[in-house]
């Protein structure tokens, strides 16, 4: 009978091992820099031909971003926009951690005409 319970406690601790570690807020801007900027636009404003075509969401709008909670961001990110064909699905590629970092210290600070983009690479 003893053999459950430390079973239990060596699949717990493996599960929760085998989970990626959460993304840095540079990797995020970089993941932003590399995924997002064709419909967002490089600081997040949407302004591009292609964001405005799409219907990016301008994250610079202060406005528009208040109407729009830290879930329901979170959400879109995680499923994307009808069915991933308008903006894809990242729910593989970020975990649940990574997606709520992207929305707290990324997406809420982006500033109209300040690229997203890792530290390194902004001041250049």
């Given at each position: 009978?003893?053999?459950?319970?430390?079973?239990?406690?060596?699949?717990?601790?493996?599960s929760l091992?085998?989970?990626?570690?959460?993304?840095?807020?540079?990797?995020?801007r970089a993941?932003?820099?590399?995924?997002?900027?064709?419909?967002?636009?490089?600081?997040?404003s949407a302004?591009?031909?292609?964001?405005?075509?799409?219907?990016?969401?301008?994250?610079?709008?202060?406005?528009?971003?208040?109407?729009?909670?830290?879930?329901?961001?979170?959400?879109?990110?995680?499923?994307?926009?009808?069915?991933?064909?308008?903006?894809?699905?990242?729910?593989?590629?970020?975990?649940?951690?990574?997606?709520?970092?992207?929305?707290?210290?990324?997406?809420?600070?982006?500033?109209?005409?300040?690229?997203?983009?890792?530290?390194?690479?902004?001041?250049?």
């Amino acid at each position: 009978m003893r053999i459950v319970p430390a079973l239990s406690s060596l699949l717990l601790a493996t599960s929760l091992g085998a989970q990626a570690p959460v993304k840095s807020v540079d990797e995020l801007r970089a993941f932003f820099a590399q995924n997002c900027v064709k419909c967002h636009g490089p600081d997040g404003s949407a302004h591009s031909a292609e964001g405005k075509k799409l219907g990016g969401f301008d994250f610079t709008d202060a406005k528009k971003a208040a109407k729009e909670t830290d879930a329901e961001m979170e959400k879109t990110i995680r499923k994307g926009i009808f069915f991933g064909l308008v903006m894809p699905s990242f729910k593989d590629r970020l975990s649940e951690a990574d997606i709520a970092l992207m929305v707290k210290e990324v997406v809420r600070k982006a500033e109209k005409g300040k690229a997203i983009a890792p530290k390194q690479e902004a001041g250049r």
